[in-house]
């Protein structure tokens, strides 16, 4: 019985997710009328965009990155000793109590289920996507070349320094699978910056903002249940793993927005006037 309901968990979780996706979409405060640009570039049709501006906007990218990532390492490495002081007690109950509690089968469907956030699957679909968006953002192709780019170095490296720091032995499943998560990390980072410069680009609004993140939010859920059922990761590493996918991520949001400015285009959903209404002003006239 508890091992059936331990299956379910992770169709519950991510239906749970979803559906608090879509009560928080339709209670999403109606976005502004959209309001064109024309400085630098944004609406992709000035002409007085050239490579030198864009050099420079990479250059400004790239040297807020390494500043955010200095940032990012010191949080993170305060989740580390925090995890590798009192993760022990936490994880070991978790780990014996669902080593008592898998099924083969599902242990088989959740080894297909955790390779979305394996390192080559994150950066293929972060290639595919920066060469796919280069051809969406006009005058601006520089913008998800350099920032997915940069996420692939950064995070890489990031999460390696902290591996060599803190040199935590994962369980015996996965006996290099130390501090942090890397699945549950890329999860956040690479899809959810995927999702962040395709809805600046083409919504804007705060609605398909909710649902990019309900959708993030689901995969990395998936993620982390699939490596905790196979217990490749201890339950802090799976934790520490979506802070520090939260905070790189972040890193990138902020620094695209100072960089290259808010979202493009703002989808107005403010509600329609019924035409009748209007009809029957223009009749009175």
Known sequence: ???????????T???????????????????????PS???????TDPTVGPRSARSSVIGLLLILVAAAVVVYALTALLGMLAAHAGPGIDKPIYTWMIHHRVHFWKWVMDRVTKVGYTWTTWGAAAAAAVCLAAVYLGRRWLPLAALGAAVVLDHYLAFALRLNFGRVGPPDNPHGTFLSGGCDRIVVFYGLIAFLIWREVSGSKRTAVWAAGVVAALGFSEAYSSEYLTLHWFTDIVSGFVFGCLVLAAFIVTIRVVDGPARKAVAESPVRPVVSSRRATTRE
């Open 38 to 44: 024309t400085m630098n570039g944004h609406n992709g």
């Open 13 to 35: 979780g991510i239906a749970a997710i979803l559906a608090a996706t879509a009560l928080l979409a339709n209670r999403s405060v109606p976005s502004p009328p959209p309001v």
């Open 1 to 11: 019985m508890i091992k059936a309901l331990v299956i379910l968990l992770w169709p």
